[in-house]
Every structure is written in C-alpha cells, then in structure tokens.
Nanobody, 121 residues
Framework: QVQLMESGGGSVQAGGSLRLSCAAS??????MTWFRQAPGKEREWVASRAGDGTRTYADSVKGRFTISRDNPKNTLDLQMNSLKPEDTAMYYC?????????????????WGQGTQVTVSS
C-alpha cells in the first residue's frame, strides 16, 4: 500500500508558474504519474516518471512542465511554467505497481485526493 497526498495547487494568471508536490508514504520503484481532470472532461494523463527515471509528457504540456522525483523526501514534483487557462483542472498523483508506466488511469492502483490548479486569462 502507498498513500499519496498532493499539495501546491492554487490560482495563477496565464504565463505564471506553480509547483505541485506529491508525498508518498514510502519509497517505491513504482511508476509515478500526474493526471488532471477539468470540469466536464475525462481524466487525462499529463506526465510520468518510470522506475528507471524515464520521463514522458503529454504533447499539451511538453516544454512547459517538468516532472521530477526527490528520493530522500519520497516526493514527486511537477513544475508547471507558462501556464495557460486550459491547464485549469484538478491534478492527481497516481502510482502504478510496476517500474514501467502506462497512460491509462485504469492501470494505476494508488491515487491522491487531488489539488486544484486554476489559471486565469
């Protein structure tokens, strides 16, 4: 079992930055991923960090978001720069009990409660 808790959400103007953090209850080799869900839309994959350190990003955030892991602190961070109104969503941290990553929410066993990000124009 792994418990996850997100923090760092908030409101920002377009072009601004936010840094999200996901605290895990213990260190794992699992794939760790950020998803997001806007009102009325499906939950979508944002970025993943595999157990071997490989990082992948959705096209919509590539070049603006950076996923990283702080192993001593057992946290997974998402640095979000050049934010756009379409980035507004609830952001969720998820863990998959495998070192490799997938993009489907059904592949993830552990989820945090989410943190809200709102970007105004």
């Amino acid at each position: 079992q792994v418990q996850l808790m997100e923090s760092g959400g908030g409101s920002v103007q377009a072009g601004g930055s936010l840094r999200l953090s996901c605290a895990a209850s213990r260190y794992t080799y699992y794939c760790m991923t950020w998803f997001r869900q806007a009102p009325g839309k499906e939950r979508e994959w944002v970025a993943s960090r595999a157990g071997d350190g490989t990082r992948t990003y959705a096209d919509s955030v590539k070049g603006r978001f950076t996923i990283s892991r702080d192993n001593p602190k057992n946290t997974l961070d998402l640095q979000m720069n050049s934010l756009k109104p379409e980035d507004t969503a609830m952001y969720y941290c998820a863990a998959r009990p495998s070192s490799s990553c997938g993009g489907s929410r059904d592949e993830y066993n552990y989820w945090g409660q989410g943190t809200q990000v709102t970007v105004s124009s």
